[in-house]
């Protein structure tokens, strides 16, 4: 009997296949690796199958990461040893300096999104907005937690992962025929066992919500959680600023690359009377023996650290590499250079709008729309034909009923005016 055998039967499976039964037969992929080969064949074999990949596409894609400019010193402060490893520190005596790093990041964004706190980073955004529902719970007991009618497919799966077992109840609330909350519907939904209110804006259709930023107002004892877009605070309001209690986001836009799609950072900024329910960790600034600036690791809500059940959060490590980019970036560019980039991002948006409408193609709102624009829209195999990525489907990402045959073309200041003139000529022919 193998060693593999002898595991198996201590198992009491089959097979090893066995092991792996929980994931669903749609999500696995059986690899076909051939036969061992030298290093250069293995590179030239990787280079023959890389050919395979369009090139040159004119790039419309967005709906939660954008292909936005990142300034090259970003990379070069990243990729110094310092900062360039997985290991999460620990140790303050020998970690000073991604210590000051992190408590940096956490002053910027807790600046950029007028919230009081701001913790050293989360996974990503949707895993943020999961965890704020979490937070949220553990600050009031309620058990009723409001969210967009048209929520993303994905969001939700991760929301309703994360806080499987508090038996949450998830109720939708609408949207008006201009693509804004439905501030009447939404105000007969909250009762007193709301938990929270999840808004996001810009919101889902990629309008900016002049309603969001009075939900406050009918929000009573629940928790409002915005789920915002990072680059647009250099020119819309800030959550802080309206009521949030919670403020979540993914920051792929502050200097991270595409890299196919992760890694990720979650933003996670919060009122501070609500500190000690949050989840991840906090960096402060302290005082040695000595009573010079020492960083410490404040406060960290992990399951390993003591608190096992009566844990904040589940959270194993975090973006620190994430968290330096973004603040490199934010750095880098001040607010004058993000208030540039949005207004510039805008005004991309607002020329693509007029563009398609020339050619025949509408949009579904008449909004202010920040990076993401609906359209009514369904011929994809036209997009494909020419070598445009873009036109992601209402439909995919949403079960939303509203709008069918509508889909998303994204720009951001990278998005140029050719570009443009070209997708309206190609969609118009």
């Known amino acids: 009997m193998t060693e593999t055998d002898e595991i198996l039967n201590y198992l009491n499976i089959k097979n090893v296949d066995e092991l792996f039964d929980d994931i669903p037969a749609k999500l696995k992929v059986s690899l ?16 023959t199958i890389g050919k395979k990949n369009m090139q040159g596409n004119m790039n419309f894609l ?85 969210i967009p009618e048209n929520i993303y497919k994905s969001q939700l799966s991760i929301i309703q992962n994360y806080t499987a077992g508090l038996d949450l109840k998830f109720i939708r609330y609408n949207f008006g025929p201009d693509g804004m909350i439905n501030m009447e519907d939404l ?12 808004v996001a804006n810009p919101n889902l259709f990629g309008l900016i919500d002049e309603n969001a930023f009075h939900v406050s107002e009918l929000k009573k004892d629940s928790i409002l959680i915005t789920y915002y877009d990072p680059v647009s605070l250099g020119l819309i309001m800030a959550p802080g600023e309206y009521g949030t ?66 844990a904040m959060s589940n959270i194993c490590s975090n973006q620190a590499l994430l968290a330096v980019a973004s603040l490199a970036y934010l750095s880098i560019m001040g607010s004058t250079g993000l208030k540039k980039i949005a207004l510039i991002t805008m005004n991309k948006s607002s020329k693509l709008k007029k563009a398609l409408v020339s050619a025949g193609v509408n949009p579904v709102f008449n909004g202010i729309n920040f990076s993401d624009n609906l359209f009514y829209f369904d011929r994809h195999e036209i997009l494909s034909k020419n070598n445009i990525s873009g036109g992601i489907k209402l439909s995919d990402l949403s079960e939303y009923n509203g709008y069918e045959k509508s889909s998303f073309f994204s720009v951001t200041e990278k998005t140029s005016d050719e570009s443009i003139v070209q997708l309206a000529k190609i969609l118009g022919d």
């Open 245 to 310: 209690d919670i403020a979540v986001a993914e920051g792929q836009q502050l200097g991270i690359h595409m890299n196919y799609g992760g890694p990720l950072l979650g933003l996670f900024s919060f009122r501070k009377e609500y500190v000690h329910r949050s989840p991840g960790r906090l960096i402060g600034l302290s005082k040695d023996s000595q009573g010079r600036n020492a960083f410490v690791m404040t406060l960290q809500a992990r399951e390993q650290h003591i608190r096992r059940s009566k």
């Open 32 to 47: 076909d690796l051939g036969s061992p080969m030298d290093e250069f064949s293995l590179i030239k074999a990787i280079e």
């Open 62 to 146: 967005g709906n939660g990461i954008y292909d936005r400019f990142i300034p090259p010193l970003v990379d070069e402060i990243i990729g110094r040893n310092e900062f360039l490893t997985s290991y999460t520190p620990y140790q303050p005596e020998i970690s000073q300096g991604i210590l000051h790093s992190l408590f940096e990041y956490q002053s910027i964004i807790s600046d950029l999104t007028e919230m009081d706190v701001t913790n050293s980073s989360m996974y990503d955004g949707f895993t943020s907005l999961a965890e704020a529902v979490r937070m949220a719970y553990r600050i009031n007991g309620k058990n009723e937690v409001l």
């Open 187 to 198: 105000k007969t939904k909250v009762t007193d066992k709301t938990s929270a209110i999840v």
